[in-house]
């Protein structure tokens, strides 16, 4: 676990990993306990989707009833699932770098044979992998709830539902990440991620009050995640594709940014 | 004719508007233990920093072991040594997790030396660093500094925290490092330890360089105080005359003499009476910092010198 700056970042997530990754898959299990009584009162939860008003429905997915899987589980997690999983994304991201710089290690560790940009890289790498691992804790979760249950989704879909909330949140992962290289403090990083975060999030439920507002919607970047739906029409890999670009751009600037910048805390 | 070590050229550091060094020009040859002495805030950190590509000059040129420490970032690091001012290691790994995890990132260092090092400083490998006092923590970057055997130790106030005895350990350590032809730059306030170990020191005041002297030099320059015990009350007068003394005090049969220099004068005046006691004391850093600066102040205000402005 100490023999690269890799593989010690990803095993100093392991707690939070865990915690992260238990703690999403507990909700999404008892969410999913629900579903069969929610399925049989199903016009009596319709009645009150209808009730609500447009932005309301907005925020949670656009869903227009509960009686399908994909959503019963849009509508009360998926939809505002990534929001919450950016607050570990940023604050991890963020600790990665100003952390390490505020904590004084950095000087230690730039001081050994290992270039500026590998650091960088490394991780980043162990970023991604502790959100893929909480994505797919969470997976195996619904997994294991729908089988509880005993759901028809294909155990595949449970996968690819956790793993689909990976690209939006490594964005706003990343949007922490690559400022925190670039720029001195916490402040700035945290708060561009959550701004966009949570802006984009406030914007997408905004959109239905107004045919003005509707171009901005694929502005909100949200919409590059709610207009998949794993466990109904499927994901749209041209979104997924954006999302990693957008995170792939984002990395070049931190690893210019911290390639130029003086290591003071 | 060796390529230096360590070479600097019109070296400037800002901080934003703030000053951290100016145009320092340095040579540090090979096989030498270079002094850097400075008071509080004289740039002593910012210059270490700077040469280990930490921070980037404002302006001027560095080359280290031959190579731009920008440039040749990993190749520069694979062969130095370092031990920053102040000391942070990765709080919830022991100190010998921590010495694994650096050997790593050096692709691998002999466990003897980390052994022998660790036998040698006493240091305790075993205990988390959260739990570890200052000096033992010290004691731990310490390892990490030298365990690779590096050409070029640079160390930022290596001796802070460490008690007496385990400071003596670190000098000879030093010496063993110069004794094998390589070369140690380092950061210090305690005139003793400069005294003991180094061949050469650069004195930086106010972010300049403002002197780079042997210790003997440095000891030439530095008022020293003596007591002279007589027998009687002594006139001091011929004393005052005696070129290099500074100031002279009588107090009953004492004679209190801030001399800089040769002492071997006074030594001789005092002869033609009888003396009870003779009590030197060690010139002490602040009197060879105020020594330089009073040398530095005539300098400038010499019309001859060219002076420099920025
Ligand atoms: N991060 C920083 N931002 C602004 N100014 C700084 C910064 N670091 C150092 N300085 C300034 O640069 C000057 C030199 O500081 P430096 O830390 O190099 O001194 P030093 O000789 O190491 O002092 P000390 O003996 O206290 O360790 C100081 O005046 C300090 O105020
Ligand atoms: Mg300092």
Request: net charge neutral; proline share 5%; aromatic share 8%.
């Amino acid at each position: 676990m100490l023999r690269s700056v890799f593989l010690k970042t990803f095993y100093d997530q392991r707690k939070a990993i865990l915690g992260w990754g238990l703690g999403l898959g507990a909700l999404a299990y008892l969410t999913l306990l629900f579903y069969p009584s929610v399925q049989k009162a199903g016009e009596f939860y319709d009645q009150i989707l209808l009730a609500l008003p447009p932005e309301a429905l907005a925020f949670l997915g656009n869903i227009r009833s509960f009686t399908t899987m994909d959503e019963y589980m849009t509508g009360s997690l998926l939809s505002y699932l990534p929001l919450v999983l950016a607050i570990y994304a940023v604050g991890a991201a963020v600790g990665l770098v100003t952390g390490e710089i505020e904590g004084g290690t950095m000087d230690i560790l730039l001081a050994h044979p290992i270039s500026r940009w590998r650091v960088v890289l490394e991780k980043y790498a162990a970023l991604v992998a502790a959100l893929a691992a909480i994505c797919l804790i969470f997976g195996l979760s619904m997994l294991v709830g729908g089988l509880t249950i005993g759901s028809d989704v294909p155990p595949g879909r449970w996968l690819l539902a956790g793993l689909h909330l990976l690209p939006l949140t490594l964005l706003y992962g990343t949007v922490a990440f690559a400022l925190a290289c670039a720029v001195r403090g916490r402040a700035t990083a945290v708060a561009t991620a959550i701004t966009l975060a949570v802006g984009g999030y406030i914007l997408n439920g905004l959109v239905p009050l107004s045919e003005r507002l509707q171009p901005l919607e694929k502005w909100t970047i949200y919409y590059w995640y709610i207009a998949g739906r794993p466990l109904g029409d499927g994901i749209i890999l041209e979104h997924v594709a954006l999302l990693l670009v957008g995170s792939l751009l984002l990395l070049l600037i931190g690893l210019v940014g911290f390639g130029r910048r003086d290591i003071v805390p | 004719m060796t390529l230096p070590v360590i070479e600097t050229e019109g070296l400037t550091k800002y901080y934003g508007r703030s000053r951290g060094i100016i145009d320092v020009s340095l040579q540090v040859e090979r096989g030498e233990i270079f002094g850097f002495l400075g008071p509080n805030g004289a740039g002593k950190t910012t210059t270490i920093r700077l040469l280990l590509d930490l921070i980037r000059p404002t302006r001027g040129q560095i080359r280290v072991l031959g190579l731009d420490p920008r440039r040749d970032g990993v190749a520069v690091r694979r062969r130095v040594g370092y031990l920053p001012g102040e000391l942070a290691l990765y709080s919830d790994l022991t100190g010998q997790q921590v010495l694994e995890y650096a050997a790593h990132l050096r692709n691998g260092v002999p466990r003897k030396e980390i052994a022998r090092l660790a036998d040698r400083l006493e240091a305790d490998l075993s205990r988390p660093i959260r739990t570890l006092s200052h000096g033992n923590r010290q004691k731990i970057g310490l390892i990490m500094a030298l365990m690779h055997r590096p050409e070029l130790l640079i160390l930022d106030e290596p001796t802070t925290g460490l008690d007496p005895l385990m400071q003596q350990v670190l000098y000879e350590l030093l010496e063993e490092v110069r004794r094998d032809g390589r070369t140690v730059f380092f950061s210090s306030h305690i005139l003793p330890e400069v005294e003991r170990l180094c061949d050469r020191v650069g004195i930086l005041r106010e972010g300049r360089l403002v002197a780079v002297e042997t210790v003997s030099g440095l000891k030439g320059v530095a008022v020293r105080r003596m007591d002279l015990v007589f027998e009687g009350p002594v006139d001091p007068e011929p004393f005052r005359a005696i070129p290099g003394v500074r100031e002279v005090a009588a107090s009953g049969a004492t004679l209190h003499i801030a001399i800089q220099g040769s002492l071997d004068p006074v030594v001789k005046a005092a002869a033609q009476h009888t003396v009870l006691n003779i009590v030197t004391y060690e010139p002490n850093l602040e009197e060879v910092f105020l020594a330089f600066y009073r040398d530095d102040a005539r300098q400038a205000t010499d019309p001859r010198r060219p002076t420099t402005d920025d």
